[in-house]
């Protein structure tokens, strides 16, 4: 899922800052956080947030046919062949973009991600999303969604690093997989029956069918 939420334009009344880069640094200020906020929204994957100036990886406009003729004539300054392409398009706002990874089951319900990330933390998300354009008339979790997918940007073609699983079980089995590691590291070289008991030990320690713990916590990223 990909956001895109226009910010408002101009000054934030009595500190000097453009609306954008007061968002931008409410979100740089989640750095100082032993967890970003994002870790309390179930079923989270991975996401991110940056806002977006303008689009500066355009390419100039052609395909016309003063555009084609120009390009085989190497004695046409650049600056006349400029002139004849169509205008750079730019944007008119900022944009605050949210993009997230997330497990929404096979329907792939994003009302109901919506809904969680908002029950789980709606005062970060008046804070930052409160200075774009629209957030005005959103009071609860139902006009959040809606305020979200009028924002939201087809994708179709959108990369899922996940098997789509739950959340759970996918931290349950990063936990296995560093676990597992560590056993493999420690108990080189012993003999069958020290190192078969040392892994019956080891199954009962990490309780591979129980998804509640030990596990990873959300946003863990090592051990």
């Known amino acids: ?7 408002k ?20 200020s989640w750095n100082l956080l032993p967890n970003s906020p994002m870790t309390q929204v179930p079923q989270t994957y991975l996401c991110r947030y940056f806002v977006l100036d303008d689009v500066y990886t355009e390419s100039l406009p052609g395909a016309s046919v003063l555009d084609t003729f120009a390009d085989l004539l190497p004695v046409v300054p650049d600056a006349v062949r400029r002139r004849i392409l169509p205008k750079e398009d730019h944007l008119k ?8 990874n997330f497990h929404g089951g096979p329907a792939g319900d994003v ?39 009028k924002c939201q940007l087809p994708a179709t073609l959108f990369f899922v690093g996940a098997n789509d ?8 089995a990063l936990y296995l997989k ?10 080189q070289g012993l003999e069958a029956a020290v190192l078969r008991a040392n892994y019956h030990a080891f199954i009962t320690r990490v309780a591979p069918t129980n998804l509640s713990g030990p596990t990873w916590e959300p946003g863990q990223y090592r051990l």
Do not use: H
């Open 111 to 149: 009302d109901g991600y919506l809904r969680g990330m908002w029950n789980a933390i709606s005062g970060q998300i008046k804070q930052v999303w409160g200075y774009c354009y629209g957030f005005d008339q959103v009071n609860d979790a139902a006009s959040f969604v809606g305020y979200m997918k």
């Open 93 to 100: 706002s900022r944009y605050l973009v949210f993009s997230s």
């Open 178 to 187: 560093q676990e597992f590691a560590r056993f493999a590291v420690e108990n």
């Open 9 to 28: 334009n101009g000054i934030v009344t009595g500190e000097e800052i453009a609306y954008a880069d007061k968002v931008r640094d409410l979100l740089q």
């Open 165 to 172: 699983e739950p959340l759970p079980e996918q931290l349950k």
């Open 1 to 7: 899922m990909t956001i895109l939420s226009p910010i």
